[in-house]
Every structure is written in structure tokens, then in C-alpha cells.
């Protein structure tokens, strides 16, 4: 029996656990000196020790079975399919989503901050290899490729590149560019590619600086760690912190005409939260109202800001968030579920919680939620009752 049944599940978040030699193996023959196994440091170890547990496992039945009881318990490098694509298929049927959108989780962070930029994108293309490679076995799994927003020009051939892939979902960056505004006609190729393809772009967390300064952790108190306790990577400021950037940059291609200029282009905020959706929503209500005279643009497209968002953009909650609340608030066509699997941050029990918050929610809105937005954000073809894909 699947962790998840009686309706159709897709899940728009979930993630390899790479291992430490993983990129090397997808990096270009004459960049392989420059770019080193990942450095994972004390969790190195746990990599070292779930891939002796996986080996077992080969030739384990027993093994594998007790693996498989705690689907939902084991996490990180030790759950079902965290590294191994074969695996990660078992692991699907026994989840029971029918689709599953994956990201990587540490493989960025070698390459992204190097001061060389070959060696920045010769471990990007690296990656983007090394995930669709990891998803080509099983059309289940749906190849979420990375693209910083950076030279316009590399940003259109690296999304050409991926397409050419087989990537399903292109990840960019939300920080602001260092030059010009992301809805800058410069960019204009990177989204109207999109928009041609139907392959949307998604935000996720990391893709942009957490903008707290470290001051406001400097406060008098003892130094805390993320709620996982393993260091600094999101603390209960930083939380709080965490949807200002995704904000700014779709109301900023909301309000600058880029949804109105490409109708085609669909994107979404990934483990980003929801909460912060119905006052974003109001938001862009009141700057379209109260500037329209003096920044006409808000009034020279087809639909309104807010309606933008609707019709092109969609929303990951945290488990815990009120799904049921902001879907009363803000309409049932913008949340989207995700597991977040193997990541602990999904918790044991992703379904229970949203459950939890959607007492009274009517089983539309629920199908919604678990798989109809889902296949809007993603062009699929979703047959009526049946979950079905034509």
C-alpha cells in the first residue's frame, strides 16, 4: 500500500542527495582538475555510510525491505533513492505520486562562488548533466536544471542547452542581477525561450541571499543553528526573511509586463513558503491602484498584476503552513503539494500535515492541490476523474 493514495499526487519538490565524487563524473574531460569531489565535511561520512548500506542492499532482501518499512522515516543520503535512480523509482511506487520534480542539493555550492568563470559554468552544465541523467530512466522523475540569471546572452544558450537535454524545469536564481531587472528586455530571450518550449521556470530556496544581515544575529543571546541543529542555514530570522526576494522578483515580472508580453511562460516558488501569497496578492492591488497614474504600464496590459499571477505562477507551501486559510484567502489554483523527500525538512508525514489545515476544503480545491495545478504549471495533460495523463 503507497504512502499516498485514493487521488492523484504529484509532487512538485523533491532532491538528490549527491554524493561526494557525483559532479566529477559529468564534468567536461579538460575541466575535470579544476573542479573537485564536493566537499561535504562531517556529513561526508553519512554519504560514506549509506552508500555501504545501499551496496548491502543488492544482495539484502531483508535489508532492503526494513529500508523500504521506513520510507517516510529515513532521510538524507539514507532514505530509498537518494542517490541511486533505480532505487528512487522503487521509492516513487511506494510513495504513490505519479510525477516528482527533482532538484539538487549540495552540487551548486561547489562551483557557484568561484571566482573563475569557466569554472563556474563548467560545473554548471556539470550539473544540469547529472540531473537529467539521474530523472532519464523513469518519466516519473521530471529534471529540474539550474541557471543563474547572470550574461544574457549564456543564460539563453544554457537554457538551450538544457531543453536539448532534457530538462523539464529550469531553476534560475532570484537575487537581483547585478546590471538590470530580470523583466529587462535583455532577458527577453531567456523567458520567451521558455515560453516557446513550455518548460516553465521555478524559484527554490538557496537561489537567493537570505538579505539578514549579520547584525540582527549579533543580538546579546547565545548563538543558535537552523532548526535541524547542523548550522547556519535557516534560523527563525531568516525564515521570516525567506519570501522577500521571491516576492519582489514575480511582482517585478507581474507589474513590468513580462507574464503580459510572453503568455506562454509559467513559473513557481519552490520551497519557498506560502504564507506571504494572499498579502503579496493585496500588495499588487495597491501599487497597481495608487501608482497607475504615474507608472502607466500598470494599466497598459491585458490583465492586472494580481491576475498574472493567477493565470502563469504557482506556490509550495511548508508543511504546518494553513493551506486550507490561504486558499480561502487567495483561490484554490496557485498551491501546489510537494514532499520535499528525502530532505528531513518535509517532515514524516507531508500529506497529514497539509491535512490538518484543510478541514472543510472542498475535494476540487483538494485535487487542486495535489495534482491539478501541477499539471497546468507543468503543460500536462491531467484526463478529468481519473488522474490519468493524456
Known amino acids: ?59 539484502d532482501g531483508a535489508a532492503r525491505s526494513d529500508l523500504e518499512d521506513r520510507l517516510m522515516d529515513a532521510k538524507g543520503w539514507g532514505a530509498l533513492g537518494a542517490f541511486d535512480p533505480r532505487e528512487r523509482s522503487r521509492a516513487l511506487d511506494l510513495l504513490g505520486f505519479e510525477r516528482q520534480l527533482v532538484f539538487p542539493t549540495f552540487a551548486v555550492s561547489q562551483f557557484a562562488g568561484h571566482e573563475d568563470r569557466e569554472v563556474r559554468r563548467a560545473g554548471n552544465r556539470a550539473l544540469n548533466r547529472g540531473v537529467v541523467d539521474f530523472c532519464a530512466r523513469d518519466e516519473r522523475l521530471l529534471a529540474v536544471a539550474f541557471v543563474p540569471l547572470g550574461d544574457p546572452g549564456w543564460v539563453v544558450a544554457e537554457v538551450d542547452r538544457c531543453l536539448e537535454d532534457g530538462a523539464a524545469a529550469i531553476q534560475v536564481t532570484h537575487d537581483a542581477p547585478r546590471h538590470h531587472s530580470h523583466t529587462h528586455p535583455a532577458y527577453d530571450g531567456v523567458w520567451g525561450r521558455l515560453a516557446e518550449a513550455g518548460v516553465p521556470f521555478v524559484l527554490h530556496v538557496g537561489g537567493a541571499r537570505l538579505h539578514v544581515p549579520p547584525s540582527l ?21 531568516d525564515s521570516i526573511a525567506l519570501s522577500h526576494a521571491p516576492e519582489m522578483f514575480l511582482s517585478c515580472m507581474a507589474m513590468d509586463g513580462v507574464f503580459d508580453r510572453f503568455p506562454g511562460l509559467r513559473g513557481a516558488a519552490i520551497e519557498l513558503g506560502a504564507v506571504w501569497v494572499p498579502a503579496m496578492l493585496s500588495k499588487l492591488d495597491l501599487a497597481t491602484r495608487n501608482f497607475r497614474r504615474t507608472e502607466p504600464q500598470l494599466n497598459a496590459m491585458a490583465l492586472t498584476p494580481r491576475e498574472y499571477i493567477h493565470r502563469q505562477v504557482w506556490f509550495t507551501p511548508f508543511p504546518g503552513e494553513p493551506v486550507g486559510a490561504i486558499i480561502e484567502q487567495s483561490g484554490d489554483d496557485l498551491l501546489l503539494f510537494s514532499s520535499d523527500y528525502p530532505h528531513p525538512e518535509g517532515t514524516r508525514d507531508p500529506l497529514g500535515r497539509f491535512e490538518a489545515t484543510m478541514d472543510g476544503l472542498s475535494e476540487q480545491a483538494r485535487d487542486a492541490f495535489y495534482s491539478g495545478n501541477f499539471a497546468d504549471l507543468m503543460g500536462l495533460a491531467l484526463a478529468p476523474h481519473s488522474g490519468a495523463l493524456g
Open 217 to 237: 544575529h549579533d543580538n546579546g543571546l547565545p548563538p543558535v543553528t537552523d532548526f535541524l541543529g547542523g548550522g547556519e542555514n535557516i534560523r527563525s530570522k
Open 1 to 59: 500500500m503507497p504512502y499516498a493514495e485514493g487521488r492523484t499526487y504529484y509532487d512538485a519538490d523533491s532532491h538528490i542527495m549527491e554524493l561526494p565524487d557525483w559532479l566529477g563524473g559529468y564534468v567536461e574531460e579538460e575541466m575535470r582538475g579544476r573542479i573537485g569531489p564536493l566537499q561535504l565535511g562531517g556529513a561526508g561520512r553519512l554519504a560514506e555510510q549509506a552508500v555501504a548500506q545501499a551496496a548491502a542492499r543488492e544482495v
